[in-house]
């Protein structure tokens, strides 16, 4: 992994207004017209992988951390998917507008269930209630949400197989 330093300044104001730096820098390198699909499959995958592993060390001293990584980790993996598919009226949409919505997450969850499984369908739903329920509203214990992790494990280590496999 490759560190940036920047302006401590800079990066105060930027937390201060809830600005997710890393986040911002990821989303404008994938929005790069070179970015060949393979690459932001790859991109996607990475973060999928480092945002669980967060998220399940974080899942005792810090559950609404956790539960934001994990559900980090499950938005990625459906990116990664939706490009492996070729999910061209999403895609349109997302790279026209420079990101992806709630909207767009959803359809592309939809779409994905319909070739792999209802279970991924499901498998998000939990990841959008540690979303919801753990992250903004802070409810969720470390018990609610250990329940749910083997869910977030299975999106990203079969979307992973499947990306693989084919």
Do not use: C
């Amino acid at each position: 992994m490759h560190v940036i330093h920047l302006p401590e300044k800079l990066v105060k104001k930027a937390l201060k207004r809830g600005i997710d730096i890393e986040k911002e820098v990821l989303d404008y390198l994938i929005r790069s017209p070179n970015l060949d699909p393979e690459d932001e499959i790859d991109l996607h995958i990475e973060l999928a992988e480092k945002y669980l592993d967060e998220g399940k060390k974080l899942i005792e001293k810090d559950p609404i951390q956790a539960s934001e990584k994990l559900y980090k980790a499950a938005e990625e993996i459906v990116k990664a998917l939706t490009i492996h598919f070729n999910l061209a009226e999403i895609l349109t949409k997302t790279r026209s507008r420079g990101g992806w919505t709630v909207t767009d997450i959803d359809k592309a969850v939809k779409e994905i269930s319909d070739r792999i499984g209802l279970w991924f369908l499901d498998s998000w739903d939990h990841a959008w209630i540690l979303h919801v329920w753990g992250f903004h509203e802070g409810k969720m214990d470390k018990e609610s949400i250990k329940i749910r992790l083997p869910r977030i494990e299975k999106m990203v280590k079969e979307g992973l197989k499947i990306i693989k496999s084919q």
